[in-house]
């Protein structure tokens, strides 16, 4: 089974920032991907418009290169790869002043969707919109997208919002989060609301409490300065574990739409509870081995920022309503791991006694590495001697189950040809993330008011001491991070 190519129009997608880390490590190849998947219609053309001075064949040596770096050596077919560069065009443009915009605007031709992408500073986002109104780069039908982080407060979002909606109307607008373009969050709504079997028990009388862990083994690194004016809960939950938790705790949609999709995730954030102090673990990895501590990465022995964050949440609705959600993310854990867990109750009485054990079905679901589910279920162990329980797991890799040439897409590369197709389903819409931005506001600035002082937990672990006992404490204790 090999999946289809379902044909987009032809179109001009320019990407401002187009010399930069994001378009030469993802945006770029996840183009490259779809070209060799013949998902590029012929006269597409890809225009980088960046700040540096170079021609386009300068270009396409330097995307040459991003290729060679990022694309398994397997899939650079030659012909492949010279095809891909032809649609590329550059233009030296500033995004704050005169240049390259006539230029850029010539380049435009007409019954094309028209893209452009921001990948660039968000301090442009502004600039940028109001040059291709000004130039009349941009026409009723042209898609912008605009990438993280989108504001780092209430205020600042709706400032954001205010500005792009002078020259773009929300329909043109497209907010990447690139966790709803992973195929496992999309495959979690098939489950949801494709099969019978889960929704019945997707609420608090059979659900005991739900994971969300993001995990990553890197540092701060080169990123210390951006990184501490955010930390943990700007730069990860108010996006990513947020839409995670929407997706999961969400009502069916009347339709697998953009609007009906996401009035239920805003609903979802409407409904959550603030956090109790007490609620919440913040922490900052010590040096270990030979690297840093926190401290170090961000040069400032001072700093309040939490590179980790666990977190007790409740949405209070009908559904939700005693089952807690536990999220928890931080940098220089023990393994790269992005991972849902829902842990069902317990069955209501054991009919197999004591020994049996108490066993529980939990259904996981994978984002990284090896996108998948699982399902664990109890079965009784095989052979003579009685009556013991086991647990299972189902397990549902798409690799395994769909077979290997059915590669898992990478999230932007899906994201970009929705933005072609104009389906807007899979991208935030403006209130989504000023409600997100407003659960999170009054949580942070409760950190300043109190002089939180985040905990100190090891290089290679699972974070702090004491993100543990906030599950334990309800005899509850968090899956382990592990490859
Ligand atoms: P980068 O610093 O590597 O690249 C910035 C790009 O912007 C360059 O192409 C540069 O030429 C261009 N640029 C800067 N000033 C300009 C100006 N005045 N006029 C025209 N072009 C100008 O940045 P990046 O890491 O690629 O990030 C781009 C955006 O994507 C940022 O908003 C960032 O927060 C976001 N983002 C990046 C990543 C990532 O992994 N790199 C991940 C998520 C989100």
Redesign the pocket.
């Known amino acids: 089974m090999v999946s289809r190519v379902i044909p987009v129009d032809t179109f001009d997608l320019t990407i ?11 945006i770029l190849p996840g183009l490259y991907r779809r070209y060799r998947a013949g998902q590029m219609p012929e006269g597409s053309r890809i225009v ?5 001075d170079m021609d386009t064949d300068t270009y396409r040596a330097e995307v040459r290169e991003a290729l060679r770096e990022f694309i398994q050596p397997a899939k650079l077919d030659r012909d492949d790869v010279e095809g891909f560069l032809g649609c590329l065009h550059y233009v030296a ?5 005169e240049k ?1 915009w006539q230029e850029l605007r010539e380049l435009m031709r007409p019954d094309r969707v028209r893209a452009f992408y ?5 301090a ?1 986002f502004g ?2 919109a109001e040059r291709l109104h000004h130039h009349r780069i941009a026409d009723a039908d042209s898609r912008i997208v ?4 989108f504001g780092r407060d209430l205020a600042s979002a709706q400032e954001l919002n205010r500005t792009l909606a002078e020259h773009f109307d929300e329909t043109q607008i497209y907010r ?1 989060d ?1 966790y709803l373009g992973k195929e496992t969050v999309q495959n979690l709504m098939a489950l949801r609301f494709g099969n019978v079997l889960f929704e019945p028990l997707w609420n608090s009388q059979y659900v005991d409490h739900i994971q969300i862990t993001v995990s990553e083994t890197v540092g701060v690194g080169g990123r210390g300065g ?1 990184y501490d004016k955010s930390g943990a809960m700007r730069d990860m939950v108010q996006n990513h574990l947020m839409q995670l938790l929407c997706l999961i705790a969400m009502e069916p949609p009347s339709q697998f739409e953009p609007d009906a999709v996401r009035d239920e995730k805003l609903k979802v954030i409407r409904a959550l509870d603030p956090v109790r102090p007490d609620d919440i673990v913040r922490g900052q990895y010590e040096a270990g081995g030979n690297v840093p501590s926190y401290q170090d990465d961000v040069e400032d022995p001072d700093t309040r920022t939490e590179s980790f964050i666990a977190m007790k949440i409740h949405v209070s609705n009908w559904r939700w309503a005693g089952t807690p959600f536990y999220i928890r993310t931080g940098k220089r854990l023990r393994a790269r791991q992005s991972e849902i867990a829902v842990v069902f109750k317990d069955a209501p009485h054991s009919i197999f006694g004591a020994e049996a054990g108490r066993h529980r079905n939990i259904l996981t679901i994978r984002l990284q590495p090896n996108e998948g589910m699982t399902l664990v279920t109890t079965i009784k162990e095989p052979g003579l001697g009685g009556m013991r329980l086991i647990d299972v797991p189902l397990d549902m890799t798409f690799a395994d189950a769909l077979g290997a040439e059915n590669e898992v897409t990478d999230a932007y590369e899906r994201l970009v040809m929705d933005v072609i197709r104009g389906n807007q389903t899979l991208f935030m819409r403006g209130d989504e993330v000023e409600a997100a931005w407003g659960w999170t506001d009054p949580i942070i600035q409760s950190w300043s008011v109190r002089d939180d002082r985040p905990f100190r937990y090891e290089p290679g672990s699972s974070g702090p001491e004491e993100s543990s006992m906030l599950l334990h404490r309800e005899t509850r204790r968090w899956r382990e991070i592990r490859e």
């Open positions: 401002f920032g187009g010399t930069g880390d994001l378009a030469r490590r993802k980088g418009a960046a700040r540096s443009i500033d995004a704050t002043g390259g921001f990948s660039v500073a968000p442009l600039a940028i605009v990438e993280k982080p990447i690139h951006y």
